[in-house]
């Protein structure tokens, strides 16, 4: 194959080169504790060996390409990707830039042309559920035999399990479409994240005394958690983080039918933020959205959700992040 497909991104202090390298391949939408843990095992084996440890990732959503106008939910931008699969002891990432040219290779075909013959990987360590190839294996003997004839040795990763389920990005989109913030983060190992920068919105929030950064997404192919009012915090360009209570949805009060909007009012906080990117960690939803007979019976409700917004807040012992990670910034 003529070029590589893939652009590699090193990691500060990883391995020099990555020939010979213990590789993973996935989405890794969302990079949660299922796969924190294939990953830990990826990285364990390859510097046991004395090795580079490389996960493969995609610049999109496999099935954009394979099913014409799919749109996914994602969890995470590549960037984010990129940024999070850093944090786990990895010494490399690799992004694949998916094209029907690579979709039509087999199984066998892709670790012999894009694992071995490009990345140099000698060992690939698959996710317990991961399927890939255009022949559709599904047993884990047929995928051993494809690695036996590109010749690269492979291993099957484990599931976390938390209850009775798989820690799995399925799982986690289903609990936000539910508006389960809190099962979320229990799956990420962090709150889930919406980042993007704050437009003019119909400013009515400011003329209630609850004035609100109205969130446009940086890619609209991110999850919008489940219509309601959330507790969350809210990381600023500054680096610092607010208390904020989120609301998601029409506004059925004030303007019924309009396009759902993600508004974020920041507690004991004055400044102007338009223009700016936000970023908002969904920590707990708080209650459905609801319309009120009154703009007095709103704005009374609004004074009990920012009440309910700090005690849950107070209580939140979810990691701070920064880009999923920890966060060196002030709270306020």
């Known amino acids: 194959m003529a070029g590589q497909p893939y652009t590699l991104h090193p990691y500060a202090g990883g391995a020099a080169s990555v020939r010979g390298c213990v590789v993973t391949v996935g989405c890794f939408d969302g990079v949660h504790l299922g796969h924190r843990h294939l990953l830990t095992q990826v990285v364990r084996m390859a510097h046991s060996q004395g090795r580079a440890a490389v996960a493969m990732t995609f610049d999109r959503h496999p099935r954009e390409v394979l099913q014409s106008g799919y749109r996914p939910a994602l969890l995470t931008t590549t960037a984010d990707r990129v940024t ?28 012999r042309d894009i694992l071995v013959q490009g990345l140099g990987a000698t060992t690939l360590v698959m996710g317990y559920d991961h399927r890939f190839g255009a022949d559709r294996l599904t047993a884990f003997a047929d995928y051993a035999a494809a690695a036996a004839e590109a010749g690269i040795a492979i291993v099957r990763g484990t599931p976390l399990m938390i209850g009775t389920e798989a820690v799995s990005s399925s799982r986690i989109r289903r609990l936000l479409a539910a508006g389960d913030a809190a099962g979320a983060a229990a799956c990420l190992g962090r709150p889930y994240r919406l980042h993007g920068r704050v437009v003019h919105g119909c400013h009515v ?14 890619d609209d192919r991110l999850m919008v958690p489940a219509h309601g009012v959330y507790a969350a915090w809210a990381l600023t360009e500054d680096g610092r983080r607010h208390a904020a209570m989120v609301n998601i949805g029409v506004r059925p009060t004030l303007a019924d039918g309009l396009q759902p909007t993600t508004e974020a009012h920041l507690l004991d906080f004055g400044s102007d933020l338009y223009g700016q990117h936000l970023a908002l960690d969904f920590v707990a939803r708080l209650r459905d959205e609801r319309r009120f007979a009154t703009l007095a019976d709103l704005r009374a409700q609004l004074d009990n959700d920012v009440h309910t917004t700090r005690h849950a807040l107070t209580a939140d012992t979810t990691p701070q992040t920064a880009t999923g990670e920890p966060n060196e910034g002030q709270t306020t």
């Open 205 to 218: 929030g400011t003329g209630l005394g609850f004035p609100t950064a109205n969130v446009m997404a940086d």
């Open 84 to 111: 999070l699969l850093g944090r786990t002891g990895l010494d490399a990432c690799a992004v694949l830039h998916f094209t029907p040219a690579l979709a039509r290779l087999t199984a066998a075909a892709f670790m």
